[in-house]
């Protein structure tokens, strides 16, 4: 009974805790929710707030709506960090597409962050087609800066993405000017990777169409200084010059007035097939021009002769069946056994249309198939062999020049030389190539002769007269004029307005134009003479040779010549190769008093051969002056490389100044370049560069004088530099790249 009662007892027990379990659960689950964690509750209200807001930014992106998905992943990354891979990926790429340059900035500045905070998070492919959807929307500063962000990887985009970027950028100054600093970079991590062994160095090896495409536009911008040095990169790499390259390489050397290096290529050009006549057209104008400035007439002739035979001589590219092997044009001096070789095809010509070589016509023309010659180069032929009196080897220069133009060409090239000389009052220059001609059995016909007779008899000259009239009796020439009533008028002072109305007067011809332009603008001896001084320091330099260098720039101030932008570029590069950077700063005393009296034309490639060797030096007051003369000229200044430059001058002298990283580095930006110099501490820092520094008063070489050693040597402290680096963002902010 007890047992049943209990029983009962229980029953009733659980009867009543079943009867308020209804009304007791909320109550009951409040009470749970507290003696739990909330761990679970966040779990799951966090899975289905990321998943819910990855989907919206993943349907953006489908959608193309930039705008909704640039919100959503700022959105999501204030919360949960970076999307997956792939989500971002697709990000970057739908921003990389647009046609709006502040959504291309916006990727452009996403990479950087992403590179920064998550290593190897951004695909190289990305990386490619930002920097080409950059370059399209001439944004040429960004896309060298993620170029530069890919190099720093040891990587460059495949080489056809990299053409069409370079093919971009080239189209702008400063694009130009990046595209050949870049190019420049790239050639420097290939040497390192290949001292190294390393298989990246085939990733990032240029091709010709890369160079051919840089040295245009530093042909096209006036940067022929800075296509020197990509020439000479071209040779490191061993990279083949094709047509175009040599077409390219003539315009820099006409340029920098390196005649002895361009002359190197023509025995190989004279060899090209004759179909190949037509595009080396330009190398001829140049090679000639340069004759011109060295005063050179008789390799004048000997090129005009060649120009003009080419066609008879030239093989038939139909006739060439072995394959064609490489030239090799020496860089400098031929006997230099350290000399750069630079490997060509002349004979091989792209058919891409990518590039197209805009050659100027100045001295040689292409007509009907043949090179002629312009009118300005004949002026300048006439007045060289007019002033060496050397008229005898002119008429068998035009007589031979004549003959080779007689299936192109109607009227005779003598007989408008004669009656431009005549137009000139240059009376006895005609009369003498009359005689030649008439010697050789080419006489000229009886307009020349009547041409001539009417100028004697206006300047009253009665023996030149007759002497010309017997010539023409022995010629067998018929003048109308009878010689008797000649001789009569001159003594009678005929006034010329009866019967010698039918005699023809001489009209100003274009090649009498272009004489009168060239007498105004002929050259003076000085300027003649200074090519000679700079091929001179050119070829020492190279050869290492600074004493013999030295001499001849000390004879050019002896003599009173005016040193130009060629003297000074190649002893800066010259000193440059050896690592002489005390003895720049010396030079770039010259450089500052020559500009100051306007003796000196300001050059941006001058200047920043300068400024890096400047900074690599470690002479960062001479940066700072040198930053002063390219702003007071306008001249921009690519800040991120030139940021780059000083921190990689100032602080890797020490290697030890970036081994650690912990809470107490400092750090120092420069410009907004987005790299940053990291030292231990003030000490640390000033006592590394004291130990790198040279002690005050070092003699580094023979040019260094007293009174400049204590400035530069002295060692830059931290604060220093930071007030360095503020007053370089504050001087490039305006005129920066």
Same mark, same amino acid.
């Given at each position: ?62 959608? /193309? ?38 959504? @291309? ?62 093919? /971009? ?45 840089? $040295? ?94 080419? /066609? ?5 590219? *139909? ?58 180069? $004949? ?73 001539? $007779? ?22 067998? @020439? ?131 051969? @300068? ?108 604060? *220093? ?17």
């Amino acid at each position: 009974m007890v047992v049943h009662m209990g029983m009962v007892t229980q029953g009733i027990v659980l009867k009543k805790l079943r009867v308020p379990d209804v009304w007791y659960k909320p109550y009951q689950n409040h009470y749970i929710q507290h003696l739990c964690t909330s761990r679970p509750e966040k779990t799951c209200w966090e899975g289905s707030s990321r998943e819910f807001m990855l989907k919206k930014l993943e349907i953006a992106i489908k959608g /193309h709506q930039v705008d909704e998905a640039w919100k959503s992943y700022n959105n999501f990354k204030s919360i949960y960090g970076y999307p997956n891979q792939s989500l971002m990926s697709k990000l970057i790429t739908e921003f990389s597409y647009s046609s709006d340059p502040n959504w @291309l900035r916006r990727a452009c500045s996403l990479i950087l962050l992403t590179i920064r905070d998550k290593t190897g998070f951004i695909r190289p492919d990305l990386l490619s087609n930002l920097t080409l959807s950059l370059a399209r929307a001439q944004m040429p500063a960004l896309a060298s800066k993620i170029l530069r962000v890919m190099l720093e990887k040891e990587n460059i985009p495949p080489l056809n993405i990299f053409e069409l970027v370079i093919l /971009h950028m080239v189209k702008t100054e400063i694009g130009a000017s990046l595209a050949s600093n870049i190019l420049a970079q790239i050639v420097e991590c290939f040497g390192r990777l290949s001292v190294k062994h390393s298989t990246g160095a085939k990733i990032i090896k240029p091709n010709t169409m890369v160079f051919n495409l840089v $040295l245009d536009a530093c042909v096209r911008f006036g940067s022929s200084y800075k296509g020197q040095q990509l020439v000479e990169m071209m040779s490191q790499l061993q990279i083949i010059a094709d047509a175009h390259t040599v077409i390219i390489i003539a315009q820099i050397h006409e340029m920098n007035g390196q005649r002895d290096e361009l002359k190197k290529f023509k025995d190989h050009i004279v060899e090209a097939p004759v179909p190949l006549v037509r595009h080396y057209r330009q190398f001829y104008d140049s090679l000639l021009s340069l004759h011109f400035k060295f005063d050179d007439i008789d390799s004048v002739s000997g090129l005009i002769r060649e120009m003009y035979n080419c /066609h008879e001589s030239r093989p038939i590219q *139909g006739e060439r069946r072995e394959p064609q092997k490489p030239c090799f044009v020496p860089i400098g001096s031929d006997n230099l056994r350290t000399g750069l070789r630079l490997p060509i095809l002349p004979d091989l010509l792209p058919k891409d249309p990518v590039l197209q070589v805009e050659g100027k016509q100045e001295f040689v023309m292409l007509k009907e198939g043949i090179l002629v010659l312009t009118n300005k180069a $004949l002026s300048k032929l006439i007045i060289r062999y007019k002033r060496c009196r050397r008229i005898g080897e002119l008429s068998k220069l035009l007589r031979s020049i004549q003959e080779e133009l007689a299936r192109v060409e109607e009227n005779s090239l003598c007989s408008n030389v004669v009656d431009a000389l005549i137009h000139l009052g240059w009376l006895e220059t005609a009369h003498d190539i009359l005689e030649d001609l008439e010697s050789a059995g080419t006489p000229l016909g009886t307009s020349s002769y009547t041409s001539l $007779l009417l100028a004697y008899h206006r300047r009253k000259m009665l023996r030149e007269a007759e002497a010309l009239l017997k010539q023409t009796r022995r010629a067998g @020439l018929d003048i109308t004029m009878p010689d008797e009533l000649v001789v009569q008028n001159f003594h009678a002072g005929f006034d010329g307005k009866s019967t010698m109305n039918s005699v023809a007067s001489v009209d100003k011809s274009d090649l009498a134009v272009s004489l009168i332009r060239e007498l105004r603008e002929e050259e003076n001896m000085d300027s003649l003479v200074v090519n000679e001084f700079n091929s001179s320091i050119y070829f020492f330099m190279k050869a290492k040779m600074i004493e013999d260098a030295l001499k001849t720039y000390r004879k050019m101030q002896e003599v009173k010549i005016k040193p130009t932008v060629s003297t000074f570029f190649n002893l800066v590069c010259g000193y440059s190769s050896m690592e002489m950077y005390r003895a720049i700063t010396i030079l770039w005393g010259d450089i500052k008093i020559n500009i100051k009296k306007e003796k000196l034309v300001a050059n941006r490639d001058l200047y920043e051969e @300068l400024l890096f060797n400047f900074l690599r030096g470690g002479y960062f007051g001479r940066v700072m002056e040198v930053i002063g003369h390219m702003e007071e000229h306008e001249m921009a200044i690519e800040r991120q490389g030139l940021g780059k430059a000083i921190i990689c001058s100032s602080y890797s002298r020490k290697q030890g100044l970036t081994s650690h990283r912990d809470n107490d580095n400092i750090f120092i930006s420069l410009g907004g370049s987005g790299h940053r110099a990291q030292v231990e501490s003030s000490s640390h820092l000033e006592s590394a560069i004291n130990e790198s520094t040279p002690p005050a008063g070092a003699q580094l070489n023979s040019l260094s004088p007293p009174e400049l050693a204590g400035n530069e040597s002295s060692p830059l402290t931290e604060v *220093g530099m930071i007030k360095l680096c503020d007053e370089l963002e504050e001087s490039v902010r305006c005129n920066g790249v």
